[in-house]
């Protein structure tokens, strides 16, 4: 502020002595007038996931309005779809979200085998139940480990990476992918699990139960993680519901909504599942959840290892693959919350119409409600435990 932006009202005594600064005496009230700033975030930020913006109108320190602004990743998905057969779409689904691309693919192998009516043998259900929970883990583990690092903590990060490699290995094993593993395919699954899997996922399963607990110390035992998180960014269970929040950000607030417990679909209704629950909804609630999904998914994969059978793994396809003409919707649990596949067929090679309900795009917009009236420090810890991709928000 220069001298000549001073009011009549105000006066400036120049210094009296060397060294000294300059006295404004305010005359009056001493209120004086602020202008609002728009701070952008994004698309490329470390406080953000993927090139997703959020332009937040601040007043001060503090947020007035947050709008999210999508589409940056807009592929064209759901058209892209209707050009590729059903088997040639399983390679299509494990990029929108390419954090759970084992889960998309289950979600759309059994969209298209309840158009078919198909029977998958059972070894393959729970090869699929395995492979999904590993899954799972390794999605929620890249979310503990940035999470923290948002915060000012590196380590977990570090933890976090050395886990989710041995998971990968043991998945590139099976599928021979890391990350776009297309291995189910419509009637079960591509190949049976190689020689020594299952011995090296139980001892995996048991190695990854010690390390969670070092999250519960390093994050959840922190006060300085419990200062940043508690009581920030509180979502109620009826603003969550009508946004259509779902997931481990739906459970904070209190709702054991699981796909896997509400519509079994694979094994899911011989298996225990258990649901974790919040109760206040906030940051720390949030990422309480998503640790203790980690636990449950080691649960389930071992009541996996002890009743998986023997037998075939898929079922002989004909060259090309045509679903009945109808209409179908199946959801499942992504690892980010509720995913749904709405598929209809006119009876030929490719889909007619094959829309997506993402998990993704609910959670990004509960943001604007949570974002307002919090403090720049607090909308970090926001943006980080709404969990969200921002592939398969734009798709």
Known sequence: ?????????????????????????IVGDGAFTTADMTLSVGPAHPATHG???????????????????????????????????????????????WLSGMTNEIGLALTVERMLEM?????????????????????????????????????????????RERIQYLLEAASGGRLHYTYNQPGGVKIDLPKGFLHQSVELVADVKKRLQDFDDLLLGNEIFQARTKGVGPLSTDVALSYGVSGPTLQATGIPEDVRVSEPYLKYDQVEV?????????????????????????????????????????????????APEGATYVRVENPLGS??????????????????????????QVLPYLLEGTLVPDAISVLGSVFFVVGDVDR
Not at 6 to 21: C, Q, Y
Request: charged share 25%.
């Open 1 to 25: 502020m220069s001298v000549s932006d001073l009011s009549a009202r105000e006066t400036i005594h120049p210094a009296s002595a060397p060294g000294e600064s300059l006295n404004l005496e």
């Open 51 to 97: 090139v997703l913006r959020v332009v937040l109108e601040m007043d001060g320190e503090r947020v007035k309005t947050a709008y999210p602004v999508i589409g940056y990743m807009h592929r064209g998905f759901e058209k892209l779809a209707e050009h590729r057969d059903f088997r040639q779409n399983l390679a299509l689904v494990n990029r929108h979200d």
């Open 119 to 163: 029977e998958v043998p059972e070894r393959a259900q729970w090869i699929r139940m395995i492979c999904a929970e590993w899954n799972r883990i390794l999605n929620h583990l890249l979310f503990i480990g940035s999470y923290g690092l948002e915060l000012g903590a590196i380590t977990p990060m570090f933890y976090a990476t050395r886990e």
């Open 274 to 322: 258990p649901v974790p629950v919040g109760e206040n909804g906030d940051s720390f609630d949030r990422f309480y959840c998503l640790l203790a999904r980690m636990k449950a998914s080691c649960h389930i994969i071992e009541q996996c290892h002890d009743m998986i059978p023997a037998g075939p793994v898929n079922v002989k396809l004909p060259k090309m693959v045509k």
């Open 339 to 364: 995913l749904g596949y709405w598929l209809e067929s006119d009876g030929g090679r490719t889909p007619w119409r094959l829309k997506m309900r993402t998990a993704s795009f609910s959670n990004v």
